[in-house]
């Protein structure tokens, strides 16, 4: 609960993008919840993880692999014996994030995790490279949101927002977080 308190407290110190963005999302992916603050919000999403991993839980997953494509690192990792799943919109709408109902499936999903799953994270990084910085004008003078008058670039942020959460949630939750992203990304 401190670490929850520290980060949101941390946040808003600079310009309070994660409370602000975060807020909304699990709100429209959990109505449920729709009257908490938060970090009550964000300790009730860890609170089912530990649930699930209780005495009789249901712990489903070394992996996942969050906006897979291919899922190249999925089927690798069951050849090892692993167990996982690999969720990405190209299969189908239910698993795109940037809806309510996606992105519901994606933190459910997580609540299922072992401890130590590798959490992988396979966000789309073109609003965000190098080679598209003319277009989505993302800098430091614009914490790197770029020009929101742009479809591309709210999309970029969307998803940033979306991993950012999940990440840290990973980490809370004694996962391994990984983002993949190229040298150029910002």
Excluded at 47 to 58: D, E, F, M, S, W
Excluded at 87 to 94: A, C, G, H
Excluded at 144 to 167: H, K, P, W
Aim: proline share 3%; charged share 15%; aromatic share 10%.
């Amino acid at each position: 609960v401190l670490d929850i308190q520290r980060f949101l407290e941390y946040d808003l110190t600079t310009q309070g993008l994660a409370s602000t963005s975060w807020h909304m999302l699990i709100r429209e992916a959990f109505p449920e919840l729709a009257g908490l603050q938060l970090a009550d919000m964000l300790l009730a999403l860890l609170l089912q993880t530990y649930k699930h991993r209780g005495a009789n839980g249901i712990e489903l997953y070394d992996f996942i692999e969050y906006s897979s494509g291919l899922a190249t690192l999925s089927k690798e990792a069951l050849k090892q014996g692993l167990t996982g799943i690999a969720l990405d919109r190209l299969y189908s709408p239910e698993q795109d994030s940037s809806t309510p109902m996606g992105l519901r499936l994606w933190l459910t999903t997580f609540t299922f995790t072992k401890s130590r799953s590798l959490i992988w994270f396979g966000t789309q990084c073109s609003s965000f490279t190098a080679l598209c910085i003319s277009g989505s004008k993302r800098s430091e003078a614009n914490g790197f949101l770029g020009d929101q008058r742009r479809a591309f670039v709210c999309e970029g942020n969307c998803q940033m927002s979306i991993t950012a959460l999940l990440y840290l949630l990973s980490f809370w939750n004694g996962n391994m977080p990984v983002l993949e992203q190229p040298l150029t990304s910002t």
